[in-house]
């Protein structure tokens, strides 16, 4: 069982910049990939970011490459999305996911409640 607890949200203006935080309880923590998501009012949710739990290694969706950074310290059992250059079109709920395979699905076992995120323009 893992539980996720998102924090970081808020009101940014565009070009700025805001770290997401999740944190997980668990004693899989270190075993699971672990992902963000988001959905815009009106839109699906989609896949920003995730990381694996053997390598870490990462995968972006092409709309946030080279503006945002996911990166995990399982030792704090914490995930983290560092999100530069926001946009407008970045405003949405963002949530933490987790699962034991990575993928950019919605499938995910485990979900944060999620916070939000707004990029005034």
């Known amino acids: 069982q893992v539980q996720l607890v998102e924090s970081g949200g808020g009101l940014v203006q565009a070009g700025g910049s805001l770290r997401l935080s999740c944190a997980a309880s668990?004693?899989?923590?270190?075993?699971?990939?672990m992902a963000w998501f988001r959905q815009a009012p009106g839109k699906e949710r989609e896949f920003v970011a995730g990381?694996?739990?053997?390598?870490?290694?990462?995968y972006y969706a092409d709309s946030v490459k080279g503006r945002f950074t996911i990166s995990r310290d399982n030792a704090k059992i914490t995930v983290y999305l560092q999100m530069n250059s926001l946009k407008p079109e970045d405003t949405a709920v963002y949530y933490c996911?987790?699962?034991?395979?990575?993928?950019?699905?919605?499938?995910?076992?485990?979900w944060g409640q999620g916070t939000q995120v707004t990029v005034s323009s």
């Open positions: 668990g004693r899989a923590f270190s075993r699971y990939a």
């Open positions: 990381i694996n739990w053997s390598d870490n290694t990462t």
């Open positions: 996911a987790a699962d034991p395979a990575l993928r950019v699905d919605d499938k995910y076992k485990y």
